[in-house]
């Protein structure tokens, strides 16, 4: 049942973020100078993405 869960977050997260993820990477590379803080900078909004589409999918008991 957990794996079942998490195969489907992760399909809502490729199917939200996939399309969007190409622009935003060639967005972000060309506004900065420096590679590596482009890649920063893209996967930290990835993470953060990321764990807000988490929180909105998964329920957490305390």
Known sequence: MRFSCILEFESI???TF??????LLLLSFGT???FYIDLG?????SLLLL???K????RIDV
Request: hydrophobic share 50%; aromatic share 24%.
């Open 55 to 58: 929180g909105r999918y998964e």
């Open 32 to 34: 900065s100078a420096n």
């Open 18 to 23: 996939l399309p969007f993820s190409g622009p």
């Open 51 to 53: 764990i807000f589409i």
């Open 13 to 15: 997260v490729f199917r």
């Open 41 to 45: 900078v893209y996967f930290a909004i």
